[in-house]
């Protein structure tokens, strides 16, 4: 099957870095759009950043300027890179994949999500 492995979460003070990673895994034909979204305590899911394919990035209003997204094609790998931390963007992160399944050919389309990591910004 597919599986989306994050990494990269931790506790960082306010105004620090850190950087996320996001690897598919499994039975993948291609993947188009690759994104990280974010859930905050008591507040839905919002999309932080999403990048095509072909490598174009779009950003939440509140991130531009602060956190580039970025992916490896070859790797399967969506990356987020977050600097100026802010304590509100504290929130579990997940990475999201939308992908063709299937190995020789495509046997159709899956919305995949990662588990999740945990980004704290607090000092």
Do not use: H
């Not at 504290?90 to 046997?107: E, H, K, M, Q």
């Amino acid at each position: 099957q597919v599986q989306l492995v994050e990494s990269g979460g931790g506790l960082v003070q306010p105004g620090g870095s850190l950087s996320l990673s996001c690897a598919a895994s499994g039975r993948i034909f291609r993947i188009n759009n690759m994104a990280w979204y974010r859930q905050a305590p008591g507040k839905e899911r919002e999309l932080v950043a999403s990048i095509s394919t072909g490598g174009t990035p779009t950003y939440a209003d509140s991130v531009k300027g602060r956190f580039t997204i970025s992916r490896d094609n070859a790797k399967n790998t969506v990356y987020l890179q977050m600097n100026s931390l802010k304590p509100e963007d504290t929130a579990v992160y997940y990475c999201n994949a939308n992908l063709i399944r299937g190995t020789t050919w495509p046997v159709g389309v899956l919305d995949a999500w990662g588990q999740g990591t945990l980004v704290t910004v607090s000092s």
